[in-house]
């Protein structure tokens, strides 16, 4: 089969032919947990349909495109869905076999490379660098992959071909669905510049509302912007961080995962909350346990997994890699929360949330290194320096002011 040449799917297949140093994929998969569901219920195909409890309290954890179509999205109140769709049909999740499907899919793309850097249970970052040789061009190697996929699960993925991580992650979320786009590396910024910067993956909501208030709507407004200017509104990681991206830089690798390397922690609160503010609380907590589990393991990790469980019991998890690698929990709580404000909850009550880090390695030699040389270098410092306290007098001794206030306290309406 020919690099220019689809076997099924509608998404743009390249901005141009020459994919050379192109070996970074970002493979996403489409509406996988409706998908998936859909393989036990064939006759739904085409059809609007919502993954998730049907009950009042019921909450999203996936849709068809035609449902989204209509305006519904992950973790939106199931009534709210209803209210958008009222044709769409509720199915009930089945995570053995989200997990089995995972698994599979992940095989698949491990049976291309080694450098298999998942990111949740469908989508990961491929290095195909080592496989050119044995298996082709990496346009070549994308199509393989989407073929497999649907040929062995019956579900479709996207596929992002790039030089680095943020342009490949950018480029599949653009061939949505069952597509996969392919941008050289002459053509990053004729690419990336028109873009919203709302588009730009990993800058959150509050980034850009930050963002417009500047007067900065497009990827080339950021481009434009002095960086000092940057640095002054956003601080100094994340003003030269939008900098660089903004211009498709990106020198971070792929990093195989060795899953049995991950720490996490998670509480259930006693009654369902819908309060942020809580729920941010018992986020900060849960990254400091963390991050002192990791300094005790003398472990780092780059990625943040959080987790977060619905009253209707319905579970997502949602991720984000760093481009160092960390023990800091006011790095880890950052993340979290990112990762939380995301989602876009509202009047959502939650039952669980969850923080856990992965990608884990010992803290020596180049990652140690990068902790060392940090933009927030003290926060390290300042953590140790309260490990110390808490092995001499106890671990709640010594805790961040946030969680000693009544309401937030994680002694108050919570499940240990």
């Known amino acids: 089969m020919s690099s220019g040449q689809l076997k099924r799917g509608s998404g743009p297949t390249a901005l141009g032919s020459d994919d050379t140093g192109c070996t970074i994929l970002h493979v996403d998969m489409d509406a996988f947990y409706a998908s998936v569901s859909l393989l036990q219920h064939p006759e739904l195909v085409g059809q609007p349909v919502l993954v998730g409890g049907a009950g009042n309290r019921g909450v999203v954890l996936s849709a068809t495109y035609e449902a989204?179509?209509?305006?519904?999205?992950?973790?939106?109140?199931?009534?709210?869905?209803?209210?958008?769709?009222?044709?769409?049909?509720i199915i009930a999740p089945d995570y053995a076999a989200y997990s089995a499907a995972s698994d599979a899919v992940m095989e698949v793309f491990r049976s291309v490379t080694e450098s298999v850097e998942p990111l949740s249970a469908d989508e990961a970052f491929l290095d195909?660098?080592?496989a050119i040789r044995r298996l082709g061009r990496p346009l070549e190697i994308a199509e393989l992959i989407r073929n497999q996929v649907h040929d062995e699960q019956g579900i479709t993925?996207?596929?992002?071909?790039?030089?680095?991580?943020?342009?490949?992650?950018?480029?599949?979320?653009?061939?949505?669905?069952?597509?996969?786009?392919?941008?050289?590396?002459?053509?990053?910024?004729?690419?990336?510049?028109?873009?919203?910067?709302?588009?730009?993956?990993?800058?959150?909501?509050?980034?850009?509302?930050?963002?417009?208030?500047?007067g900065l709507r497009t990827v080339a407004?950021?481009?434009?912007?002095?960086?000092?200017?940057?640095?002054?509104?956003?601080g100094p990681a994340l003003g030269k961080h939008l900098h660089e991206l903004s211009w498709g830089r990106d020198q971070r690798s792929v990093v195989a995962q060795v899953r049995e390397r991950s720490i996490g922690a998670e509480e259930t609160f006693r009654t369902d909350v819908d309060d942020h503010d809580l729920v941010r609380a018992e986020l900060l907590r849960l990254a400091d346990k963390v991050a002192v589990r990791m300094r005790r393991a003398g472990m780092v990790g780059r990625t943040v997994q959080l987790k977060v469980r619905f009253a209707d019991f319905t579970t997502i998890t949602r991720s984000s890699t760093m481009r160092d690698a960390t023990d800091v929990g006011h790095e880890i709580y950052r993340a979290a929360v990112r990762l939380y404000d995301a989602l876009g909850l509202q009047r959502v009550r939650l039952r669980l949330v969850g923080v856990r880090m992965e990608h884990l390695t010992d803290r020596s030699g180049t990652a140690e290194q990068m902790l060392l040389d940090a933009p927030e270098n003290g926060w390290r410092e300042a953590e140790t320096a309260l490990d110390r306290v808490r092995a001499r007098y106890g671990p709640t001794s010594v805790q961040p002011a946030r969680l000693l206030t009544p309401s937030q306290h994680p002694e108050h309406g919570l499940l240990g």
């Open 157 to 214: 993925c996207s596929i992002g071909i790039a030089a680095n991580k943020f342009i490949a992650k950018m480029a599949s979320s653009r061939c949505k669905p069952d597509g996969r786009l392919l941008v050289p590396s002459g053509q990053i910024v004729a690419f990336l510049h028109p873009m919203p910067v709302g588009g730009l993956w990993g800058g959150g909501e509050k980034t850009e509302e930050r963002l417009h208030r500047l």
């Open 128 to 130: 195909v660098a080592a």
């Open 68 to 89: 989204r179509a209509l305006g519904v999205h992950s973790a939106m109140p199931m009534s709210r869905a209803r209210r958008l769709a009222p044709n769409a049909v």
């Open 221 to 234: 407004d950021i481009a434009a912007t002095p960086v000092p200017t940057l640095v002054r509104a956003f």
